[in-house]
């Protein structure tokens, strides 16, 4: 079946198997492969892509599910000023070793600053609850999203 | 790497061409909602549909609402439409309790009341939740729609009173004022099923229960709920000595098997002490406290 994704504002069409998942979709149809393709079994997140707005698990959604819809994945951050702020955390912080599941927790953490600017710890560990991370313990994960979260309100407050 | 076996896919363009579909299609078609059941069973080759008929455009089946004295939830409503309801919260404490321990957020993001109940994990949350209510479901189909009490809706682990051709397209809760509800989990995990769950509703008036109810998952509870406790409770004050009998009573109800998450004598246990402190925190709640 052939169908069209905007991914990152860019619409890619392409002739798929109805049982294609998402995930592959976005790095082998599209050739974007910031998605990290993990467990398969919607544990671990290191899929984690936005679908219409909010983080989902693309190996627990079919590529055919997102026809017509938007997606946006970790290539989708930066802009022409740069990095997003979420993203210079995890630089700032040492939010990651590998970096196996960073693009989704990056995503995770870019969604739950959207929603709520100033989260608690507790709410950044709630929020990125679905994803596993093998090497930090996750402190740094928190503390890199808690960065942007700060970085971001001192530039509004500075605008 | 996990991959479904082949099929094909449709999207539904209304609730009525669901059911159409359905009818054409056989028993080889399977609805597809959140899909996050589905998925994995498809990937494990569990389950393997001929044809996925895809329900998330239809629009007839989401939202919250209050219908008269009845709180109307859409079949595709999100667990996270329902953790973040404010119409729910303000009526059942239990609706965002139970929501915040059932998978994840991203999960919760794609998964839906509709594909919860009509998956019927007997360690699924929301029906422990929904037969604690007493809630009932609207099942449709293409000579009409029945309305069916949740405590009537389980054949078995797995298996519901949906026909092959039909579609569940409400989960319908009545509005009790002045109750109380809470629930409370125990798990491995974040996310995980639940080792033990419990969730109750208490009515109290005049310093006695006058109405209640008591859900149960994971521990084999017919229809996840526990009507001699409930049946117990009625006309008693809420003291500690009485609610713990009636937790106790619950406990007796469960058939729980030890597997990974625990021997079976540890899960009746939890099913009497977490009934317990729902039963507890519940009555409180009704009184204001």
Same mark, same amino acid.
């Given at each position: 079946?052939?169908? =069209?994704?905007?991914?990152?504002?860019?619409?890619?069409?392409?002739?798929?198997?109805?049982?294609?998942?998402?995930?592959?979709?976005?790095?082998? /149809?599209?050739?974007?492969?910031?998605?990290?393709?993990?467990?398969?079994?919607?544990?671990?997140?290191?899929?984690?892509?936005?679908?219409?707005?909010?983080?989902?698990?693309?190996?627990?959604?079919?590529?055919?599910?997102?026809?017509?819809?938007?997606?946006?994945?970790?290539?989708?951050?930066?802009?022409?000023?740069?990095?997003?702020?979420?993203?210079?955390?995890?630089?700032?912080?040492?939010?990651?070793?590998?970096?196996?599941?960073?693009?989704?927790?990056?995503?995770?953490?870019?969604?739950?600053? /959207?929603?709520?600017?100033?989260?608690? /710890?507790?709410?950044?560990?709630?929020?990125?609850?679905?994803?596993?991370?093998?090497?930090?313990?996750?402190?740094?994960?928190?503390?890199?999203?808690?960065?942007?979260?700060?970085?971001?309100? =001192?530039?509004?407050?500075?605008? | 790497?996990?991959?479904?076996?082949?099929?094909?896919?449709?999207?539904?363009? !209304?609730?009525?061409?669901?059911?159409?579909?359905?009818?054409?299609?056989?028993?080889?078609?399977?609805?597809?909602?959140?899909?996050?059941?589905?998925?994995?069973?498809?990937?494990?080759?569990?389950?393997?549909?001929?044809?996925?008929?895809?329900?998330?455009?239809?629009?007839?089946?989401?939202?919250?609402?209050?219908?008269?004295?009845?709180?109307?939830?859409?079949?595709?409503?999100?667990?996270?439409?329902?953790?973040?309801?404010?119409?729910?919260?303000?009526?059942?404490?239990?609706?965002?309790?139970?929501?915040?321990?059932?998978?994840?957020?991203?999960?919760?993001?794609?998964?839906?009341?509709?594909?919860?109940?009509?998956?019927?994990?007997?360690?699924?949350?929301?029906?422990?939740?929904?037969?604690?209510?007493?809630?009932?479901?609207?099942?449709?189909?293409?000579?009409? !729609?029945?309305?069916?009490?949740?405590?009537?809706?389980?054949?078995?682990?797995?298996?519901?009173?949906?026909?092959?051709?039909?579609?569940?397209?409400?989960?319908?809760?009545?509005?009790?004022?002045?109750?109380?509800?809470?629930?409370?989990?125990?798990?491995?995990?974040?996310?995980?099923?639940?080792?033990?769950?419990?969730?109750?509703?208490?009515?109290?008036?005049?310093?006695?229960?006058?109405?209640?109810?008591?859900?149960?998952?994971?521990?084999?509870?017919?229809?996840?709920?526990?009507?001699?406790?409930?049946?117990?409770?009625?006309?008693?004050?809420?003291?500690?000595?009485?609610?713990?009998?009636?937790?106790?009573?619950?406990?007796?109800?469960?058939?729980?098997?030890?597997?990974?998450?625990?021997?079976?004598?540890?899960?009746?246990?939890?099913?009497?002490?977490?009934?317990?402190?729902?039963?507890?925190?519940?009555?409180?709640?009704?009184?204001?406290?």
């Amino acid at each position: 079946m052939q169908i =069209s994704i905007t991914i990152n504002g860019e619409t890619v069409t392409r002739d798929v198997e109805p049982r294609r998942l998402l995930v592959h979709f976005i790095r082998e /149809d599209a050739g974007l492969r910031g998605t990290h393709w993990g467990c398969d079994t919607s544990n671990c997140g290191a899929c984690t892509v936005w679908l219409d707005g909010k983080p989902v698990k693309s190996c627990t959604v079919l590529a055919a599910q997102a026809d017509g819809h938007e997606v946006k994945t970790v290539e989708g951050l930066e802009t022409a000023d740069g990095l997003d702020p979420i993203q210079q955390g995890f630089i700032e912080c040492h939010g990651l070793q590998c970096g196996f599941c960073t693009p989704g927790m990056m995503m995770t953490g870019r969604a739950l600053i /959207d929603e709520n600017p100033n989260p608690s /710890d507790q709410e950044i560990r709630e929020a990125i609850s679905g994803q596993i991370c093998r090497c930090t313990g996750y402190n740094n994960i928190v503390k890199a999203i808690r960065w942007a979260a700060e970085a971001e309100a =001192s530039s509004e407050v500075n605008a | 790497m996990q991959t479904p076996a082949p099929t094909d896919y449709v999207r539904a363009t !209304s609730v009525a061409n669901a059911i159409a579909l359905l009818e054409e299609h056989g028993e080889e078609a399977r609805l597809l909602a959140g899909g996050h059941s589905l998925l994995p069973m498809m990937k494990l080759r569990v389950a393997r549909p001929e044809m996925l008929i895809d329900i998330n455009d239809l629009d007839e089946l989401r939202g919250i609402k209050v219908e008269g004295d009845e709180l109307v939830i859409g079949a595709m409503v999100t667990h996270n439409e329902v953790l973040e309801s404010p119409v729910l919260a303000e009526h059942y404490a239990i609706f965002r309790e139970a929501e915040k321990v059932i998978a994840d957020p991203l999960v919760r993001n794609r998964g839906t009341v509709g594909g919860s109940m009509c998956q019927a994990d007997p360690s699924e949350d929301l029906s422990a939740v929904g037969s604690a209510l007493k809630a009932s479901v609207v099942i449709q189909g293409s000579s009409g !729609s029945r309305t069916v009490p949740l405590r009537e809706f389980h054949d078995g682990p797995y298996t519901t009173v949906v026909e092959p051709n039909e579609i569940l397209t409400q989960v319908r809760v009545p509005i009790r004022p002045g109750a109380g509800s809470a629930y409370e989990k125990v798990e491995r995990r974040v996310g995980d099923w639940a080792v033990c769950a419990a969730g109750s509703f208490v009515v109290v008036s005049g310093g006695v229960v006058t109405d209640c109810g008591i859900g149960l998952t994971a521990v084999s509870a017919e229809h996840f709920c526990a009507p001699e406790a409930e049946a117990f409770l009625i006309g008693k004050a809420p003291t500690d000595e009485n609610l713990r009998e009636a937790a106790n009573l619950a406990a007796a109800a469960t058939d729980p098997s030890s597997d990974q998450r625990g021997p079976a004598d540890y899960k009746r246990h939890l099913a009497g002490e977490l009934t317990f402190r729902a039963l507890k925190r519940s009555a409180a709640a009704s009184q204001g406290a």
